[in-house]
């Protein structure tokens, strides 16, 4: 009998410890991506500013020669940080947007230079069409000019994943959001953090799986 009971709880048991593993999972998971999404958010009102080479303006999207909303904060942060001296040169980053007849770099050139900034003082990568492309082609830049040292310009919730990139390019970056955002109510914040924390976490993944290597 008591060897009977033995075999009838054994299956029992299982599936008791299958569902408090279940249990630890999902709470691992919550735990994780809750930390991930409030780390996001805080990393975003961090300012690094300081005297830099280059400040790398990080792309959105234009509309033929009209940069987008989120792109025109991005660069007038840049123009903020070239007028106030913490940089001499900006690169802006960002290649061909579908339909246009030129790259999102060169419409914020355009923007840039219509505000009052010399020419000369612009950089632009015209290939890329992320976040890593545009960090990788600013580096390229930054070595043919013997540039060591950047600011990386972005949205708040985009620079924590910004940041990381910057790093894994080899770039001696600092981080600086823009203090204007497009991304203003809760209802607009919340899809650009579950976006940005989706990125993020498949960045970190791509690391171990390649950089790491």
């Not at 990080?58 to 940089?87: D, K, M, Q, T």
Request: proline residues 3%; contains cysteine.
């Amino acid at each position: 009998m008591k060897q009977k009971k033995l075999k009838a709880e054994g299956p029992k048991m299982k599936k008791i410890k299958l569902r408090w593993l279940a249990a630890a999972l999902a709470l691992f998971f919550i735990l994780y991506m809750g930390g991930t999404a409030i780390s996001i958010w805080q990393y975003g009102k961090a300012d690094e500013k300081q005297k830099a080479d280059a400040a790398i303006v990080l792309g959105a999207a234009a509309y033929g020669e009209r940069v987008s909303p989120v792109f025109e904060e991005r660069l007038n942060h840049g123009i903020w940080l070239y007028e106030n001296g913490y940089v001499e040169k900006v690169i802006v980053t960002g290649g061909m947007g579908k339909g246009n007849e030129h790259s999102d770099a060169y419409a914020g050139k355009k923007y840039m230079i219509e505000q009052g900034v010399l020419e000369d003082a612009i950089l632009i990568e015209e290939e890329s069409t992320v976040t890593q492309e545009n960090l990788e082609n600013a580096k390229e830049l930054m070595d043919e000019n013997s540039y060591s040292t950047a600011i990386i310009v972005s949205d708040p919730l985009h620079m924590k994943r910004s940041m990381l990139m910057a790093k894994d390019c080899g770039i001696e970056a600092y981080s600086s959001p823009t203090p204007t955002t497009r991304y203003r109510t809760l209802k607009s914040k919340l899809p650009f953090l579950a976006r940005e924390e989706f990125f993020y976490i498949g960045y970190k993944i791509y690391r171990i799986c390649f950089l790491w290597k």
